[in-house]
């Protein structure tokens, strides 16, 4: 498995803006899938973005897109979640997770999430 630590999470006003990081070891970062999950209070864990090994496809949750952009550099085997147009429903603990470039395969590395709280 991979150790992902995510940091970057915070208290930010309505239409501000966060950049989440995820820092990744244990395993070749570049050769995974990477994602950003939220799971706010009282809810499930939902999908918010995800981008390939290579980087070249990208995928978004509806209530982000065009709000959010997520990338990755592997020469620092981190990827990025950078947050825009913030909005109170934006608020949960934001997890970072890895899974390996199979088809059909499940994200198996979590981190450890980020609190990201947008006041209205």
């Known amino acids: 498995q991979v150790q992902l630590v995510e940091s970057g999470g915070g208290l930010v006003q309505a239409g501000g803006s966060l950049r989440l990081s995820c820092a990744a070891s244990?395993?070749?970062?570049?050769?995974?899938?990477m994602g950003w999950f939220r799971q706010a209070p009282g809810k499930e864990r939902e999908f918010v973005s995800g981008?390939?090994?290579?980087?070249?496809?990208?995928a978004y949750a509806n209530s982000v897109k065009g709000r959010f952009t997520i990338s990755r550099d592997d020469a620092k085997d981190t990827v990025y979640l950078q947050m825009n147009s913030l909005k109170p429903e934006d608020t949960a603990v934001y997890y970072c997770?890895?899974?390996?470039?199979?088809?059909?395969?499940?994200?198996?590395?979590w981190g450890q999430g980020t609190q990201v709280t947008v006041s209205s």
């Open positions: 997770a890895a899974r390996p470039p199979l088809p059909n395969s499940q994200y198996d590395s």
């Open positions: 244990g395993r070749t970062f570049s050769s995974l899938a």
């Open positions: 981008i390939s090994w290579s980087g070249d496809r990208t």
